[in-house]
């Protein structure tokens, strides 16, 4: 099994920027491999993709709404994943989900984390 929790959210005004993390436990050996994502649902909307990182980390996606903006990162040694938000908008408030998969690229995600909140004021 994999167990991830992000961190990082909070409340913080438009322009600033904020570094979510999400580290990954459970058997050392299941994460190898692992492509990593983030998602994010603001509030009466649908979950939609953020972002995505191989395991390698040399191949990263970012959706076109943050690009320039949004950066994901990974260190392995650490089993963490981040997302580096600059610039954030009120647009940006959701609550933001790491999720894990075997399968890169892919958006079916078989491992999800719980979620942290990033509110973002204007």
């Known amino acids: 099994q994999v167990q991830l929790v992000e961190s990082g959210g909070g409340l913080v005004q438009a322009g600033d920027s904020l570094r979510l993390s999400c580290a990954a436990s459970?058997?050392?050996?299941?994460?190898?491999?692992?492509?990593m994502g983030w998602f994010r649902q603001a509030p009466g909307k649908e979950r939609e993709f953020v972002a995505a990182i191989s395991w390698s980390g040399k191949s990263t996606y970012v959706v076109d709404s943050v690009k320039g903006r949004f950066t994901i990162s990974r260190d392995n040694a650490k089993n963490t994943v981040y997302l580096q938000m600059n610039s954030l908008e009120p647009e940006d408030t959701a609550v933001y989900y790491c999720?894990?998969?075997?399968?890169?690229?892919?958006?079916?995600?078989?491992?999800w984390g719980q979620g942290t909140q990033v509110t973002v004021s204007s």
């Open positions: 459970g058997r050392t050996f299941s994460m190898y491999g692992m492509g």
């Open positions: 999720a894990a998969d075997r399968d890169y690229p892919t958006r079916d995600y078989h491992y």
